[in-house]
């Protein structure tokens, strides 16, 4: 039995005993992530110590330690030496600051989603059609063929020659990034990726069993003899890239680099995910990887995301030699896109909705990026369309919780490098601050005042 009363003591979470099952460690993260994701602990909470824990629950110890550290894992909560152990902010749950107001969140990247009449208009377009009755039959894994005929005019737009045969709909980049990790790879196997990369696909290849293998780079992208040098040590089995206004830092692949990168992919026979995620489509004479590696490329069509944040629409290209294991993995995972979403995003498309959306988010991109210039002249310079930037922190803002937990008790939500890397010592810290998601070019610039004085009076310290 507990050791002390708990009677007049005070424990910020206490779990409902009766829910405890084995095994006991397992239950509590699982009620203590319940709670996190609810509202129910907010970011910033102490949570109580392990052996008071412990001794409340009448278990041992260490049953509550492999608890926190599962927790920990799953990136709920951190700990900070002498102080405790604390919820951490979750990206893009909103919550509220300890004067009442709204959160500002710079922390997803959305789409600029005040921007809807269009997708509205096109929404009711598609159901006054006749034949929508038909839209809802079962089809297959691979979404309608009209509906891939779109998609593939779509991606010609962007140096992206397919068929129908060759393409399919998936219900966004991550379930064609899931999908080709668990159809195209093995168990083991080796994907090489930049120093700083797309924070889901870390995640995925954690769960597929896909190690990543960071390449060094510079403001050009990846350099090619580093990829060439690990692809012999390391067997690669293939890359993944992004080759426009790369997540999380901006950079685009120059020309000469990405020719460049083509011949090794194409040396070492590599499996290359392309994940473009322009946001308008490029000038004439515009070259995609996929242009250059037919054979070897899955092509996401990234742009698609960007017309509306609730349509889980996106379309990928492929290769004959990827066909049957991609499609079997699409169908086994069972992650059909809606029929109603894809109608959707086809209506946009032939009625030159979609690019037009995309011109009015590229024109707010570009009046975000200007204020952001304002507020910090001094951070480096990226794209004038880009719907994110980055700010380079010094080594103090190392630890990504406290980073985040910081600003967000200040009033908005951020996203710390760590995120974005494999690597435990990176060698640099920044934020990327979303440029999309604020809801107005007000709150854009409060919150981007709000990060600049936290860092200043940081620096007063």
Same mark, same amino acid.
């Given at each position: 039995? /507990?050791?002390n009363?708990?009677?007049?003591y005070?424990?910020?979470?206490?779990?409902?005993?009766?829910?405890?099952?084995?095994?006991?460690?397992?239950?509590?993260?699982?009620?203590?992530?319940?709670?996190i994701?609810?509202?129910r602990?907010?970011?910033?909470?102490?949570?109580? /110590?392990?052996?008071?824990?412990?001794?409340y629950?009448d278990?041992?110890?260490?049953?509550?330690?492999?608890?926190?550290?599962?927790?920990?894992?799953?990136?709920?909560?951190?700990?900070?030496?002498?102080r405790?152990?604390?919820?951490?902010?979750?990206p =893009?749950?909103?919550?509220?600051?300890?004067?009442?107001?709204?959160?500002i969140?710079?922390?997803?990247?959305?789409?600029?989603?005040?921007?809807?009449?269009?997708?509205i208009?096109?929404?009711?377009?598609?159901?006054?059609?006749?034949?929508?009755?038909?839209?809802?039959?079962?089809t297959?894994?691979?979404?309608?063929?009209?509906?891939?005929?779109?998609?593939?005019?779509?991606?010609?737009?962007?140096?992206?020659?397919?068929?129908?045969?060759h +393409?399919?709909?998936? +219900?966004?980049?991550q379930?064609?990034?899931?999908?080709?990790?668990?159809?195209?790879?093995?168990?083991?196997?080796?994907?090489?990726?930049?120093?700083?990369?797309?924070?889901?696909l870390?995640?995925?290849?954690r769960?597929a069993?896909?190690?990543?293998?960071?390449?060094?780079?510079?403001?050009e =992208?990846?350099?090619?003899?580093a990829?060439?040098?690990?692809?012999? &040590?390391?067997?690669l089995? =293939?890359?993944?890239?992004?080759p426009?206004?790369?997540?999380?830092?901006?950079?685009?692949?120059?020309?000469?680099r990405k020719?460049?990168?083509?011949?090794?992919?194409r040396?070492?026979?590599?499996?290359?995910?392309?994940?473009?995620?322009a +946001?308008m489509?490029?000038?004439?004479?515009?070259?995609?990887?996929?242009?250059?590696?037919?054979d070897q490329?899955?092509?996401?069509?990234g742009?698609?995301?960007?017309?509306?944040?609730?349509?889980?629409?996106?379309?990928?290209?492929?290769?004959e030699?990827?066909?049957?294991?991609?499609l079997?993995?699409?169908?086994h995972?069972?992650i059909?896109?809606?029929?109603l979403?894809?109608?959707?995003m086809?209506?946009?498309?032939?009625?030159g909705?979609?690019?037009?959306?995309?011109?009015? &988010?590229?024109?707010?991109?570009?009046?975000?990026?200007?204020?952001?210039?304002?507020v910090?002249?001094e951070?480096?310079?990226?794209?004038?369309?880009?719907?994110?930037?980055?700010?380079?922190?010094?080594?103090?803002?190392?630890?990504?919780?406290?980073?985040?937990?910081?600003?967000?008790?200040?009033?908005? &939500?951020?996203?710390?490098?760590s995120?974005?890397?494999?690597?435990?010592?990176?060698?640099r810290?920044?934020?990327r601050?979303s440029?999309?998601?604020?809801?107005?070019e007000?709150?854009l610039?409060?919150?981007?005042?709000l990060?600049?004085?936290?860092l200043?009076?940081s620096?007063? &310290?």
């Amino acid at each position: 039995m /507990p050791v002390n009363s708990f009677k007049n003591y005070f424990l910020s979470w206490t779990p409902e005993v009766k829910k405890l099952s084995r095994p006991c460690y397992l239950a509590i993260a699982n009620l203590l992530e319940q709670d996190i994701r609810s509202g129910r602990l907010a970011p910033g909470t102490k949570l109580p /110590p392990q052996r008071e824990l412990a001794d409340y629950l009448d278990i041992n110890f260490t049953t509550v330690t492999r608890a926190y550290n599962l927790c920990r894992e799953r990136q709920l909560i951190y700990g900070s030496m002498g102080r405790g152990t604390f919820v951490a902010p979750l990206p =893009g749950i909103g919550t509220e600051d300890t004067c009442g107001g709204e959160i500002i969140d710079l922390g997803m990247v959305n789409g600029f989603d005040q921007v809807n009449k269009q997708i509205i208009e096109a929404t009711e377009a598609v159901l006054k059609k006749g034949y929508l009755e038909k839209i809802y039959s079962y089809t297959a894994s691979t979404g309608h063929l009209h509906h891939r005929a779109a998609a593939v005019n779509w991606m010609k737009k962007f140096s992206v020659e397919s068929d129908e045969n060759h +393409t399919a709909l998936f +219900t966004g980049s991550q379930n064609a990034i899931s999908a080709a990790l668990l159809s195209l790879f093995n168990v083991g196997d080796t994907l090489a990726v930049d120093y700083f990369t797309y924070a889901n696909l870390i995640g995925t290849a954690r769960l597929a069993h896909v190690r990543l293998l960071p390449v060094p780079g510079d403001g050009e =992208g990846m350099f090619p003899g580093a990829l060439d040098e690990l692809s012999r &040590k390391h067997r690669l089995a =293939g890359i993944f890239l992004m080759p426009v206004c790369a997540n999380p830092t901006g950079i685009t692949l120059s020309v000469k680099r990405k020719k460049q990168l083509a011949e090794v992919i194409r040396k070492r026979d590599l499996i290359l995910i392309e994940d473009d995620t322009a +946001t308008m489509p490029p000038e004439p004479g515009y070259a995609s990887l996929y242009s250059l590696l037919p054979d070897q490329t899955l092509y996401i069509c990234g742009s698609l995301r960007y017309l509306c944040g609730g349509l889980r629409v996106t379309a990928a290209a492929f290769p004959e030699c990827f066909r049957q294991n991609l499609l079997n993995g699409l169908f086994h995972l069972n992650i059909r896109t809606s029929a109603l979403d894809a109608e959707i995003m086809t209506e946009l498309i032939l009625s030159g909705r979609a690019e037009s959306v995309l011109c009015e &988010k590229h024109q707010l991109a570009v009046r975000a990026n200007r204020i952001f210039d304002s507020v910090f002249p001094e951070a480096p310079s990226c794209g004038e369309g880009s719907f994110f930037r980055i700010l380079d922190l010094p080594e103090s803002f190392s630890r990504r919780q406290e980073t985040e937990a910081l600003f967000e008790s200040h009033g908005v &939500k951020v996203q710390h490098s760590s995120r974005f890397t494999v690597l435990q010592r990176p060698g640099r810290n920044f934020l990327r601050l979303s440029l999309s998601s604020a809801g107005s070019e007000k709150n854009l610039r409060t919150a981007l005042t709000l990060v600049r004085s936290v860092l200043e009076k940081s620096a007063q &310290k």
